[in-house]
């Protein structure tokens, strides 16, 4: 079984490669390109984007070794009836979920804003899970497709830092998995909440998991044994 020992922060962690899923969250184009629903709402879409380069990095590594890869997509059915009233009413208007926005109707699976970003596409065969909410496991077959892989570890990337990343961290860490999050593979509209989501997963002897960047992993990967 080939190992990689990746130097990360509280430590260094040790795991097995093909026991190991690079997740990728809600990299979609109506978050991070320039006229989608992100920027719409005031948001500078670049801050994300600064995390697109570091990810396909890390996905190109990945596909080489063969290791489990999953992409998820926050989003609802197109008649709402999975998306919680609370959540709907909240924002203006014009721009809640369902509303016409600048990629088709916002937050809604099928629409040309809900979809992956061309950088990060999925290949034929890599799983994307399509999730109502913020976290990956909520009302989605993650966990199964995990179990079924043998997978132990998830190097979690993605968007934004401290809301759809952090509660796919915490509840990844509830079901027994290791989560490594590469800090530079991850992004908020806020610096500010990036930096304090990033401390709080590697706080108190790694309560949620390890933070590292995406240069420790592939090094790591480059000298599994």
Known sequence: MSRATINAEPEPITIAVDRTALVIIDMQRDFLLPGGFGEALGNDVSRLNAAVRPCAWLLEVARARKMLVIHTREGHRPDLTDAPKAKVERGSPTMRIGAKGPMGRILVRGEPGHDIIAELYPREGEPIIDKPGKGSFF?????????????????????????????????ANDRGYRCIVPGDCCASYFQEFH????????AQGGIF???????????ALAHEK
């Open 209 to 219: 998991g390890w933070v590292t960047d995406s240069a420790q992993v592939l090094q």
């Open 195 to 202: 930096d304090v989501a990033l401390k709080m997963i590697k």
């Open 139 to 171: 009302a989605t077959d993650l966990h199964l497709i995990l179990q079924n892989g043998g997978i132990e570890n998830l190097i979690v990337c993605g968007v934004t830092t401290e809301v759809c990343v952090h509660t796919t961290v915490r509840e």
